[in-house]
Every structure is written in C-alpha cells, then in structure tokens.
C-alpha cells in the first residue's frame, strides 16, 4: 500500500515536493522543476516580509515593461490628472493608481483607480456595452424609485 501524505493517496507514478504537493504533471513545475505552489508561497511570504523594497520595484519594472512608461512619465501623469482617477475623480490612498491602455494599439491612455480600471476590463472597452449598461440602470433607477 502506498504511504499517504494528508488525504493524498501516493501512487507509484505520482511525484510530490517536499511539502506534499502533486508535481506529476508539468504545470505543477517551473522550468527548474520546482513546486509552483511552493514557490508562490514563498515569493508572497518574501514579499510580505520585503515589502519596503519589493513593492517599488515591482511597480517600476511592471510599468516600464508592460506599458513601457517610466516612473518619470507616470509621476508626469500623475500630476497632470491632480493625483485622481480620470473617471471618477476620487483616490485610494493606499493604492496606487493603475495606467489604463487600450488592448488593442497597447496605447497608454490615462491613470485609473482600480474599480475603474477593472470595470473597464470586465467590458473590454466595449462602448456599445457601457452605453447599454447606463441605459439599463437609468431605466431601473426610476422603477425602484416608482416602487418605493
């Protein structure tokens, strides 16, 4: 019988990490062959424990490879929209703002709070969708307000 490690049940196939976790199959695995979710782990934790040295860094290296903006053009943008969402006006003080870029042309286009920056990626940027969603909560507002 096959040792078994919490509820996992061993087989002769199966490979596990030091920490029990199945890493049979190559998703489980970077290319070094460690446990994914291991190694997750321990970047969160290290992040946690680093936080004054990694957050700035990541943010700086994220910005300057995924839009290619530097934090001098951010800061730039930043001042020029007075430190507040281009939508909504408002800001979280213990976030940062996120840079909005069309998906299409990868075009940085402004910097937005992160409730408007995630509505706008849950419709795509689909403006035939937002007008519609207006529309539908313009029609409820007044039923609710009849019905009340």
Request: hydrophobic share 35%; glycine share 4%; net charge positive.
């Amino acid at each position: 019988m096959a040792p078994k490690i919490g509820v996992l049940q061993l087989t002769k196939r199966m490979k596990v990490c030091k920490h029990g976790h199945d890493v049979s199959f190559p998703e489980a695995r970077n290319k070094s062959g460690q446990c994914i979710v291991c190694l997750r782990k321990y970047q969160a934790a290290y992040k946690r424990a680093n936080r004054d040295k990694w957050t700035p860094y990541d943010a700086k290296y994220h910005r300057k490879a995924k839009y290619g903006i530097t934090e001098l053009d951010y800061a730039r943008m930043f001042v020029e929209q007075n430190g507040v969402c281009a939508t909504c006006k408002e800001t979280d003080p213990k976030k940062a703002l996120s840079v909005d870029h069309d998906h299409a042309t990868g075009k940085v286009r402004a910097l937005l709070c992160t409730k408007c920056n995630l509505a706008l990626g849950k419709v795509n940027d689909n403006i035939a969708l937002l007008e519609a969603m207006i529309t539908y909560l313009k029609e409820h507002r007044i039923d609710s307000v009849v019905n009340s």
